[in-house]
């Protein structure tokens, strides 16, 4: 059975900083993408950042290039999303994704709200 399950998301204040965690089962971790996504309310779902397995390459959106930064423990089954200088356009909620060709697969998301 395969799962992705987020955690990490919380209420932070403008400038702070939070890292969410995705733990990976039931499918061959190191063999995929793994991207974090978001979505706002009323906005379509985006890409945040993706990195790539084997090698590890990563993108990321323009809005986020420089204060985000993602990683992966494939030894752990595991992606991090190292978020800061947060703004409160960040808010949304965050979705783990892994895909290899026609396969992918989506976390439930965690909430991350940025906010005074």
């Known amino acids: 059975q395969v799962q992705l399950v987020e955690s990490g998301g919380g209420l932070v204040q403008p400038g702070g900083s939070l890292r969410l965690s995705c733990a990976a089962s039931?499918?061959?971790?190191?063999?995929?993408?793994m991207s974090w996504y978001r979505q706002a309310p009323g906005k379509e779902r985006e890409l945040v950042a993706t990195?790539?397995?084997?090698?590890?390459?990563?993108n990321y959106a323009d809005s986020v290039k420089g204060r985000f930064t993602i990683s992966r423990d494939n030894a752990k089954n595991t992606v991090s999303l190292q978020m800061n200088s947060l703004k409160p356009d960040d808010t949304a909620v965050y979705y783990c994704?892994?895909?290899?060709?026609?396969?992918?697969?989506w976390g439930q998301g965690t909430q991350v709200t940025v906010s005074s």
């Open positions: 994704n892994a895909q290899r060709r026609w396969f992918t697969y």
């Open positions: 039931g499918f061959t971790f190191s063999i995929y993408a």
């Open positions: 990195i790539t397995s084997p090698g590890g390459s990563t």
